[in-house]
């Protein structure tokens, strides 16, 4: 079936560098992508959206980059601190083709910041 | 900053038991919807809801579940007779349209 999955579980970084975060998805219907963080014991905490008809998009210390020939997506944090410790999620949305509005969330990446 | 809220943070009860789940969605939002999260493992759709019907749900939505907006401001997901599998985190978001913001989400526990 489609899905959402990202490919690493686990990223490690030491702090002050940049981050990149990977996801890939394999609904050709989708057309709205979100980053979500989330700490221990907490909810997903929206942090960058992009919608289909852009590749990039900028936000605080964040960059999504989007690209629809290989369904993939990525999450760049500039000078990771460790406050950025937690497990980031992408989510899919196939809202804007009618594909209704639920999220189909990928299984999680752990970033880790080493001091 | 409008938030999302939840409660109870945490609810513990037993098998076979009915539990209903609150949440309180971002006042001027229109879409809600029910997500849980099994520990370690991937946050899972469970049902969207819009101008007072159940837009779409997902298999796990069973006639166990039921949602409910009782009032202009809380949106409530009742499982009637709990099994042990239904112990997870589940969260509420809400939107005005695409994406979600989530609330901080209700643990429970089923014994």
């Known amino acids: 079936g489609e899905s959402v999955g990202l490919h690493l579980p686990t990223l490690s970084v030491q702090e002050g560098d940049n981050s990149i975060i990977n996801c890939a998805y394999s609904n050709s219907a989708s057309d709205y992508f979100i980053w979500y963080k989330q700490e221990s014991g907490k909810g997903p905490q929206f942090i960058i959206d992009?919608?289909?008809?852009?590749d990039k998009r900028q936000g605080q210390r964040v960059t999504v980059l989007l690209n629809k020939t290989v369904k993939h997506l990525s999450l760049q944090i500039a000078a990771t601190q460790p406050g950025d410790s937690a497990v980031y999620f992408c989510a899919e949305n196939p809202i804007l083709t009618g594909g209704g509005n639920k999220l189909t969330f990928g299984t999680g990446t752990q970033l880790k910041v080493e001091l | 900053e409008p938030e999302v809220t939840q409660t109870p943070s945490h609810q513990v009860t037993q098998m076979g038991q009915e539990v209903i789940l609150r949440c309180v969605p971002i006042?001027?939002?229109?879409?809600f919807y029910w997500y849980r999260q099994i520990l370690g493992q991937k946050v899972e759709f469970l049902v969207s809801?819009?101008?007072?019907?159940?837009?779409?749900k997902s298999e796990i939505f069973d006639d166990q579940f039921s949602v409910e907006r009782p009032d202009g401001s809380n949106f409530t997901l009742k499982i009637r007779s709990t099994k042990l599998e239904d112990s997870a985190m589940y969260f509420c978001a809400s939107t005005t349209g695409v994406g979600a913001f989530f609330g901080q989400g209700t643990r429970l526990t089923v014994v």
């Open positions: 006042s001027n939002h229109l879409y």
């Open positions: 809801f819009y101008n007072n019907e159940i837009s779409e």
């Open positions: 992009i919608r289909s008809n852009m």
